[in-house]
């Protein structure tokens, strides 16, 4: 809340936090206008994959992003004891803390971009194939939700966490384009070890051509089980935390 | 020129970079990512079309042009504006105005130390990587010479673009969103995502008309050599006339911003 003290620089913030989504399609735009596009994808149907991947990422930006800062912010000022305080589990109360409203203007854009684009290409809206992009949309937020647990448990055990935070920037850049045009190593890597393919190319995938329910759980296990790890390690630094003494 | 107190001051930078050394080494591990990303993107998209060239550029060539976007990227890098934000927020803005050195210098030094360091830690592994992994070619000593210049004049244009927006936190005293903006924005229409040649025509000859290009694109060409000599040196010196119009508002700017701190005095 302390941002809506400063009105103009909200305001600013929301434009800017469009602005740099819209890269993505403007480019996507460009390369399309230039060359013959990436093999497999049509000019609305890489949009959509951008606009999904938008969606996702507001979805992230707003109740995950902060977390990670917000964590490592107290642990250095050493404010992290009173959390533990509350009389609410420490993960989901730090989790509504964190709550960034910039995340709604991206959902929105990202929205808007999926149901054009899907209109476009002709997607009927009331399917099963649409039941699976929603799924994979709340599966691809959980990735990002998982990986900023991972980076805030860090900042308990080891005491810079900001380069993870930079290496996971890094890592999710790959989820800007296809996985189809990487090579197998890098599209096992994004699919089973940090499967942050979910929070772009499943959704459109299952979104433009169906799903099978057999593919649907072989890309939804990986998010669990990473997110199952996530809480495995949160609790564990919690521990280590309280028997440090702060 | 007080040149005992601009070391100084850059050696401050270099003190504060080596604070974060640990996170230097990790960006130096992982910086490589985006070139493995793009260097896929664009092998794809070539093989799937079958022509020899986009937006002037041969598959090698567009490989080149990432390894040395990220490479004048080391160098112009920039972030007074969160710096004179935070200084002006907490107060310390003073101690900046009672330096030995003028206001502006005391900050670009500071920025100078901290790109040293980026550029020994950072810009000649990505030099190392590109050439052994990504096939970066040399160019001939006229070219170097030339791309040396012309990213040096590139790390003026963007400090001052980027010093006079941290001068606006004087009046908006919050300028995070706008910092945003303004990375967004430069990154955009530098070339940092792709070459401007990819753009609309008629953008491109809008951009000749603005100061972002030649802090990334130009540079760029200029080592590639895909502009002729006659073209460099009139690209050099449309680059030393944006530094002078630059640094004239910055200091257009300042005047008036030195003026609303000393009779408000935040």
Same mark, same amino acid.
């Given at each position: 809340?302390?941002?809506?003290?400063?009105?103009?620089?909200?305001?600013?913030?929301?434009?800017s936090?469009v @602005?740099?989504d819209l890269?993505?399609?403007?480019?996507t735009?460009?390369?399309?206008?230039t060359?013959s596009?990436?093999?497999?994808?049509t000019?609305?149907?890489l949009?959509l994959f951008?606009?999904?991947?938008?969606?996702v990422?507001?979805?992230?930006?707003?109740?995950?992003f902060?977390?990670?800062?917000?964590?490592l912010?107290?642990i250095?000022?050493?404010e @992290?004891?009173?959390?533990l305080?509350?009389p +609410?589990?420490?993960?989901l +109360?730090?989790?509504?803390?964190?709550t960034d409203?910039?995340g !709604?203007a991206?959902?929105i854009?990202?929205l808007?971009i999926v !149901?054009? =684009?899907?209109m476009?290409?002709? !997607?009927p809206f009331?399917?099963l194939?649409t039941?699976a992009?929603i799924i994979?949309?709340i599966?691809?937020? @959980?990735v990002h939700?998982?990986?900023?647990?991972?980076i805030?448990?860090?900042?308990?055990i080891?005491?810079?966490?900001?380069?993870?935070e930079? #290496?996971? =920037?890094k890592?999710t850049?790959?989820?800007r384009y296809?996985?189809?045009v990487?090579?197998?190593?890098?599209? @096992?890597?994004l699919?089973f070890?940090?499967?942050?393919?979910? =929070?772009?190319?499943?959704?459109?995938?299952?979104?433009i =051509?169906g799903v099978?329910?057999k593919? #649907?759980? !072989?890309?939804?296990l990986?998010?669990a089980?990473f997110f199952?790890a996530?809480?495995?390690?949160?609790?564990?630094?919690?521990?280590?935390?309280s028997?440090?003494?702060? | 020129? /007080?040149?005992?107190? /601009?070391w100084?001051?850059?050696k401050?930078?270099?003190?504060?970079?080596?604070a974060y050394?640990?996170e230097g080494i990790?960006?130096m591990?992982s910086t490589?990512?985006?070139?493995? $990303?793009y260097y896929?993107?664009?092998?794809s998209i070539?093989?799937?079309?079958?022509?020899?060239?986009?937006?002037?550029?041969?598959?090698?060539?567009?490989v080149?042009?990432y390894?040395?976007?990220m490479i004048?990227?080391?160098?112009?890098?920039?972030?007074v504006?969160k710096?004179?934000e /935070?200084?002006?927020?907490?107060?310390r803005?003073i101690t900046?105005l009672l330096?030995p050195?003028?206001?502006?210098?005391?900050?670009?030094s500071f920025?100078?130390?901290? /790109?040293?360091m980026? $550029?020994l830690?950072q810009? $000649?592994?990505?030099?190392l990587?590109?050439f052994?992994f990504?096939g970066?070619?040399?160019?001939?000593?006229?070219n170097?010479?030339a791309?040396?210049?012309?990213?040096?004049?590139?790390?003026?244009?963007?400090f001052?673009m980027t010093?006079?927006?941290g001068?606006?936190?004087?009046w908006l005293?919050?300028?995070a969103g706008?910092r945003?903006?303004r990375?967004a924005t430069?990154g955009?229409?530098?070339?940092s995502?792709i070459?401007?040649?990819l753009?609309p025509?008629w953008?491109?000859?809008i951009?000749?008309? *603005?100061?972002?290009?030649?802090?990334?694109?130009v540079? $760029?060409?200029i080592? *590639?050599?895909?502009?002729?000599?006659?073209?460099?040196?009139k690209? *050099?010196?449309i680059q030393?006339?944006?530094?002078?119009i630059?640094y004239f508002?910055a200091?257009?700017?300042?005047k008036?911003?030195?003026?609303?701190?000393a009779?408000v005095?935040?």
């Amino acid at each position: 809340m302390r941002d809506l003290a400063y009105k103009y620089d909200f305001l600013i913030k929301t434009i800017s936090v469009v @602005f740099s989504d819209l890269i993505g399609p403007l480019v996507t735009l460009f390369i399309y206008n230039t060359t013959s596009g990436l093999p497999g994808w049509t000019f609305s149907q890489l949009m959509l994959f951008q606009g999904t991947l938008i969606l996702v990422m507001g979805l992230a930006r707003t109740s995950a992003f902060t977390l990670s800062w917000w964590v490592l912010d107290a642990i250095n000022e050493g404010e @992290f004891d009173q959390y533990l305080l509350k009389p +609410y589990p420490t993960l989901l +109360y730090l989790l509504a803390l964190t709550t960034d409203h910039y995340g !709604i203007a991206e959902i929105i854009v990202g929205l808007a971009i999926v !149901i054009h =684009s899907a209109m476009q290409i002709g !997607i009927p809206f009331f399917t099963l194939a649409t039941l699976a992009y929603i799924i994979l949309v709340i599966a691809g937020y @959980f990735v990002h939700l998982s990986a900023n647990i991972i980076i805030s448990s860090m900042g308990f055990i080891a005491v810079k966490s900001e380069a993870l935070e930079f #290496l996971y =920037s890094k890592i999710t850049d790959f989820a800007r384009y296809p996985l189809n045009v990487y090579g197998t190593g890098i599209r @096992f890597a994004l699919t089973f070890l940090f499967p942050i393919a979910v =929070s772009s190319f499943y959704p459109a995938q299952a979104l433009i =051509s169906g799903v099978t329910a057999k593919m #649907l759980l !072989i890309t939804l296990l990986p998010v669990a089980a990473f997110f199952i790890a996530s809480l495995m390690l949160w609790r564990h630094a919690i521990k280590s935390y309280s028997s440090a003494g702060g | 020129m /007080n040149l005992q107190g /601009n070391w100084a001051f850059a050696k401050a930078g270099i003190k504060v970079w080596s604070a974060y050394r640990f996170e230097g080494i990790v960006m130096m591990l992982s910086t490589p990512i985006s070139l493995i $990303i793009y260097y896929f993107l664009w092998k794809s998209i070539y093989a799937y079309m079958g022509t020899a060239t986009v937006g002037g550029f041969a598959f090698p060539e567009m490989v080149n042009y990432y390894i040395l976007s990220m490479i004048v990227g080391f160098v112009t890098w920039s972030e007074v504006d969160k710096w004179m934000e /935070n200084d002006l927020i907490w107060g310390r803005m003073i101690t900046g105005l009672l330096k030995p050195i003028s206001f502006i210098t005391w900050y670009m030094s500071f920025e100078i130390g901290i /790109n040293l360091m980026n $550029i020994l830690w950072q810009m $000649i592994p990505v030099f190392l990587i590109g050439f052994v992994f990504f096939g970066l070619r040399t160019t001939t000593a006229f070219n170097t010479i030339a791309f040396l210049i012309s990213i040096v004049f590139a790390f003026f244009i963007y400090f001052g673009m980027t010093y006079c927006l941290g001068l606006t936190a004087f009046w908006l005293k919050r300028i995070a969103g706008l910092r945003r903006l303004r990375r967004a924005t430069l990154g955009f229409f530098s070339g940092s995502f792709i070459p401007l040649t990819l753009f609309p025509a008629w953008s491109q000859t809008i951009f000749h008309y *603005l100061p972002f290009e030649y802090t990334k694109f130009v540079p $760029i060409t200029i080592y *590639l050599g895909t502009i002729t000599k006659a073209m460099i040196i009139k690209s *050099l010196a449309i680059q030393l006339l944006w530094i002078a119009i630059i640094y004239f508002i910055a200091h257009l700017i300042w005047k008036r911003a030195i003026k609303r701190y000393a009779s408000v005095g935040l």
